[in-house]
Structures are given as structure tokens and as C-alpha cells.
């Protein structure tokens, strides 16, 4: 695989998209979990308190257990992620708490936390988009969205 910066039109356009699209996604991900961690968060964290917060997407505040929360996160969640132990340390900062039926609740000092991260996100969405232009990065998306499309993908969005 060629990887030099410097490669003209006509090599990158025989590069696999594949490729390309895995080295992106890893280096997104370890990008943004590295800043939410120097912010004392996880990214499952973060989920986990979106997922449980009444403003975001649970607007009914119904508690959730682990396997719903799992499923409510199938397409996003990576495979190393352990909700489970994720969970326990939300529980242990007070963010969460536990009923009899083993469905978790966001608390307050919860959704306080939810709130620190979320204002940090456009902060990370800024360093990630630096140096490219709305109209690139839009065409990126519209690109990739058409070769899902041309393998048969589905889009969720």
C-alpha cells in the first residue's frame, strides 16, 4: 500500500477506499477518545449518559439494563467497549444509579458530566475538521454515502 503524502491524482485514484476509510476511522477514534479522556471521560461513558439522559435520547427517563443499552448503541459500539464495567464506574462517581430491576439511571451529577462533554465536542469537531472546507468535508460524506449505496450498504442517516 502506497501511504506517501505526496501521491498524484492517478495513484489515489487506483488506492482502495477500504483501506483508506479504516485508517480514518481508527485514527478518528483514538483521536477523540484520547481528548474526551484528558477531559476524565470515556466515549462508552459518554454513551452510556446519552443514552440514560432525559434531554438526549431518552426523553421519557425510562433506566435502561446493559443489554438494552447495548443494543441501543449496536451500531457504534466497538467490540472492546464493556458496558458493564463502563457502567461501574459511572455508578462509583454517583453519574448513574442502579435499581432492583438492574436498569440504570442517569443522576443529576450525571447529567452534569453529560453536559461538560458535549461542550467539549465541537472543540474535538474543530480540530478534526481543521484545514478542510466545509464543501471538502460535505463531499467526502456524499461520497462515501454513495459507495455504501454501490455495495449494497444501508444508511442510517
Known sequence: MITNE?????????????YWTGLVYESLIAFTRARQAELGHTQPGFWLLRNLSRDDISPDGEGMTIPQLRQAMSTYLRPEDDLAAEAEVLLERGWLTRDDDGRLWITEAGEE?????????????ARIHDGIAEADYVTTLKVLRRLIRN????LDA
Open 6 to 18: 505526496r501521491l498524484t491524482d492517478a495513484e489515489l485514484a487506483s488506492q482502495p477506499a477500504a
Open 113 to 125: 458530566a453529560r453536559l461538560d462533554l458535549k461542550r467539549h465536542a465541537p472543540a474535538i469537531t
Open 151 to 154: 455495495t449494497g450498504g444501508t
